[in-house]
T-cell receptor, first 114, second 114 residues
Framework: DGGITQSPKYLFRKEGQNVTLSCEQNLNHDAMYWYRQDPGQGLRLIYYSQIVNDFQKGDIAEGYSVSREKKESFPLTVTSAQKNPTAFYLC?????????????FGPGTRLTVL | AQSVSQHNHHVILSEAASLELGCNYSYGGTVNLFWYVQYPGQHLQLLLKYFSGDPLVKGIKGFEAEFIKSKFSFNLRKPSVQWSDTAEYFCAVKRDTGRRALTFGSGTRLQVQP
């Protein structure tokens, strides 16, 4: 069954703690992305990666970090420096980053900071 | 920086009514345009996309959108909505050059009443 998996579905953390969100894809896609979704704001790009061992900041990268050591995996760490981390996080992938390529999305992780 | 505007934040329609959701973008160069839909509890999925050619594109579930370059618009339409169309709809733009990740609008929540 091909697709993008994100885990966990719900995540709770205390203030001051770092937390890592998982994103795995078995579509053999080169490009992967992380978005944050907040009510009334749509999706905003956090980080994206065009290829293994390479990634670029998006519009709201402050307080987040990523790695891309394997083609199929693109974990996102929400650090304690992120001032308002409670949100719905979506991972996506595409075959490459050409403008015509479609992005496919995972089911998302809802992070709540207590 | 490019931006995407969706002017209707919440739309309520009765079944069989016609739908038009507005989308405008600010980037002056060549763009590729997408509409995504998020049904309650489901993944974000692609409705339709425009890259080139006929500016009227047809997507899944009877949706269509028209690209009007002079107006920087890509409005989504459906002649007759169903209760199952209740969802959140996102317009997105990807530039032909530079950063190749999507820029999303803030979304429109559509509620169809039976």
């Amino acid at each position: 069954d091909g697709g993008i998996t994100q885990s966990p579905k719900y995540l709770f953390r205390k203030e001051g703690q770092n937390v890592t969100l998982s994103c795995e894809q078995n579509l053999n896609h080169d490009a992967m992305y992380w978005y944050r979704q907040d009510p009334g704001q749509g999706l905003r790009l956090i980080y994206y990666s065009q290829i293994v061992n390479d990634f670029q900041k998006g519009d709201i990268a402050e307080g987040y970090s990523v790695s891309r050591e394997k083609k199929e995996s693109f974990p996102l760490t929400v650090t304690s420096a992120q001032k308002n981390p409670t949100a719905f996080y979506l991972c996506a992938s595409s075959a490459d980053v050409t403008s015509t390529d479609t992005q496919y999305f995972g089911p998302g992780t809802r992070l709540t900071v207590l | 920086a490019q931006s995407v505007s969706q002017h209707n934040h919440h739309v309520i329609l009765s079944e069989a009514a016609s739908l038009e959701l507005g989308c405008n973008y600010s980037y002056g160069g060549t763009v590729n345009l997408f509409w995504y839909v998020q049904y309650p509890g489901q993944h974000l999925q692609l409705l339709l996309k425009y890259f080139s050619g006929d500016p009227l594109v047809k997507g899944i579930k009877g949706f269509e959108a028209e690209f009007i370059k002079s107006k920087f618009s890509f409005n989504l339409r459906k002649p007759s909505v169903q209760w199952s169309d209740t969802a959140e709809y996102f317009c997105a733009v990807k530039r032909d050059t530079g950063r190749r990740a999507l820029t999303f609008g803030s979304g429109t929540r559509l509620q169809v009443q039976p």
